[in-house]
């Protein structure tokens, strides 16, 4: 009977989140706060993906690379091949999976502080090519004039930040939906079994590698095409989108939110993404910010936000149902 | 009776060291062996080159007869080879349902898509799943604690719990990694009740142990090694009584015992 009843909860919960979010473009109209909103909704299906890879016990550094490949890949498709924004959309993921499904054979074998430390290179060096390769990325000039992105059935192209919203929502809750089937499918058992015991899982019949393969390809799709949102909401790319600091961000919102749950990766971006906005005078110390927070979340809720909220939940929920009708014997619950 | 396993030249050299040298040994189908020997006489190593987490130097693994070298360990447990550790390994931040649970889905995973709700037959793989997990659960007695997270289980329980992950890969050998170290001779009794039940079961037991007595009481036949080689083999008498093996444990109380 809990279990059912708390089914519905969630499932209200839900509801109303969805309708909710769909709604805010109708009640927020300055652009200021409609622009943290879209990038909020990006931020939160880059998250998302990490927070896939983080589930077979990656810590991996490279997500901004992986987006920088989706956001080159898609301006590009659609700049010089002229494609439309929806075919570039989902070829910027499959690049992006592609290459994460490469390299994903040779550095997935690295584990722990290497692997941490392997994805910070690589990042790095996806950093320096975005710089270098004029011809293909526009150098440290960037990309400039990418097309707003239009759908088919649907005149003209996404040009407001108000439009641009619905995509990204759209966007953002089909990946939910695929990751909230995944994790409690077979394969979300088996990404649980290779995080907490890699040693355990292959013992009992599970491929790790394959497990770990899968999952970073997902999340690195999801990165690209998160890559390839950014590209046609900002409309110009440049290097400096794509530095390790990004990539720090994308997982500081899943420390912050909490890993182990989907909520995490989002709550970790609706909090990180309009914080620059308001350190925008503090530059210097911003960096310095996030390291004292993710430096006391670790310390003091390893478990991020989620962790937090799912205790006081419960803690009200057991005090709700707690019978306190003075002088009632427990034993007469449990009687039929 | 039939040959379950067979280990033939068997060899692991580590730098200078031979820990396990040209040992061969066969096991027949239904029995319960013990492989005994001193610490550091290779017990552990050979453990690892059967199930496949170490490569051998040299020699062969035949399971079923059949060659399994080349297969990662992963793919042995679905030819239904399954061992566990000599130090406790358990997923220690879940619940004891949920190890189980693990041991259990890998082996039988069916497609990504059967575990959506509302798709496939999730319900009845979910409900199937937990039904054989309970199952096992109370054939090593620990239904009362399938909600307590493992690391939090007292040493006996997480020594049956690490039976339990192993079992539920369906396994039609179980290699058993010195399962009642550090235990009290009541936990000593339950775990050789339980070995008895599994392989009452049809499953083929290889027991590592140091406590001669447990060793003496449970398997029906000893293979005894030393310094990776093998000193004797046959029958718990005839082991006891091998001079060889008896120099090798001079001192050892437990051979008195
Ligand atoms: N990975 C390893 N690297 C180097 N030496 C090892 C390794 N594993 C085991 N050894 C050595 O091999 C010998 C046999 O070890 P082990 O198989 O653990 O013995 P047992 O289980 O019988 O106590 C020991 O001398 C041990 O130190
Ligand atoms: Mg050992």
């Known amino acids: 009977m809990r279990a059912r009843s708390s089914r519905y909860a969630l499932a209200i919960v839900i509801v109303a989140a969805v309708v909710g979010a769909w709604l805010v473009p109708s009640f927020v109209h300055g652009n200021f706060w409609l622009h943290i909103f879209d990038m909020m909704l990006i931020n939160a299906v880059l998250a998302l993906g990490l927070n896939i890879i983080l589930k077979t016990g990656q810590v991996s550094l490279a997500h901004a690379g992986f987006m920088a490949i989706g956001a080159y890949a898609s301006a590009q498709l659609t700049l010089k091949l ?153 409309r110009y790319i440049a290097p400096f989108n794509f530095t390790f600091w990004e990539s720090v961000n994308f997982l500081l919102m899943n420390i912050i939110g909490g890993s182990f749950s989907l909520a995490g990766p989002i709550i970790g971006a609706l909090i990180l993404t309009p914080l620059p906005e308001f350190l925008r005078d503090y530059l210097l110390w911003q960096q310095f910010l996030y390291g004292l927070i993710l430096m006391l979340f670790m310390r003091f809720l390893p478990d991020g936000v989620t962790s937090a909220i799912g205790m006081s939940v419960r803690a009200v929920v057991d005090w709700v149902r707690t019978p306190r009708r003075k002088g009632a014997p427990v034993a007469a619950e449990t009687q039929p | ?197 599994i392989n009452q079961q049809g499953t083929t037991i290889l027991v590592v142990e140091h406590d001669m007595s447990f060793v003496m009481q449970l398997c029906g036949h000893i293979i005894a090694v030393s310094n990776g080689r093998k000193l004797a083999e046959g029958t718990p008498d005839q082991v006891q009584r091998d001079p060889q093996v008896i120099a090798a444990y001079l001192g050892d109380e437990d051979v008195a015992a």
Not at chain 1, 115 to 137: G, H, M, P, Q, R
Not at chain 2, 153 to 166: E, K, M
């Open chain 2, 1 to 197: 009776m039939s040959e379950l396993l067979s280990v033939s030249g068997l060899s692991k050299r580590f730098g200078g060291l031979n820990a396990v040298s040209d040992l061969s040994f066969s096991i027949e189908s239904g029995s319960i062996v013990g492989l005994i020997g001193p610490n550091g006489a290779g017990k552990t190593t050979v453990f690892n080159l059967v199930c496949g987490q170490q490569q051998p130097t040299a020699g062969e693994v035949r399971f079923e007869g059949r060659v399994v070298n080349a297969l990662p360990p992963f793919e042995r447990v679905r030819l239904g080879m399954a061992r566990t550790f000599q130090s406790t390994v358990l997923y220690t931040d879940s619940t004891v349902l949920e190890n189980v649970l693990r041991g259990l889905a890998a082996r039988s995973g069916p497609a990504v898509w059967s575990g959506v709700p509302g798709l496939g037959r999730w319900r009845a793989y979910r409900d199937d799943l937990h039904r054989r997990a309970f199952d096992l659960l109370d054939f090593v007695d620990l239904r009362d604690v399938h909600d307590i997270t493992a690391r939090n289980l007292p040493y006996g329980h997480q020594r049956s719990l690490g039976v339990a992950i192993a079992l539920a890969t369906s396994p039609k050998l179980l290699m058993l990694d010195e399962p009642v170290a550090g235990m009290n001779p009541a936990e000593t009794a339950q775990m050789a009740q339980l070995i008895r039940r």
């Open chain 1, 82 to 234: 002229a494609l439309p924004f929806l075919a570039a959309f989902l070829l910027s993921g499959i690049l992006a999976a592609a290459v994460a499904l490469l390299l994903g054979r040779v550095i997935l074998r690295l584990k722990g502080v290497y692997f941490i430390l392997f994805t910070f290179a690589l990042n790095e060096f996806i950093f320096l090519v975005s710089k270098d390769a004029v011809a293909l990325t526009g150098g440290n000039t960037g990309l400039v004039g990418i097309k707003a992105p239009t759908l088919p059935f649907v005149a003209g192209s996404l040009q407001t930040k108000a439009q641009f919203y619905y995509l990204a929502l759209a966007v953002f809750l089909l990946a939910l939906a695929f990751l909230a089937a995944l994790y409690r499918s077979p394969f979300g058992r088996a990404m649980d079994a290779v995080r907490e015991s890699e040693q355990l899982a292959e013992a009992t019949g599970y491929d790790p590698m394959r497990v770990k393969l899968i999952a970073f390809v997902i999340g690195s799709f999801l990165a690209g095409l998160g890559g390839s949102l950014s590209a046609h909401f900002l």
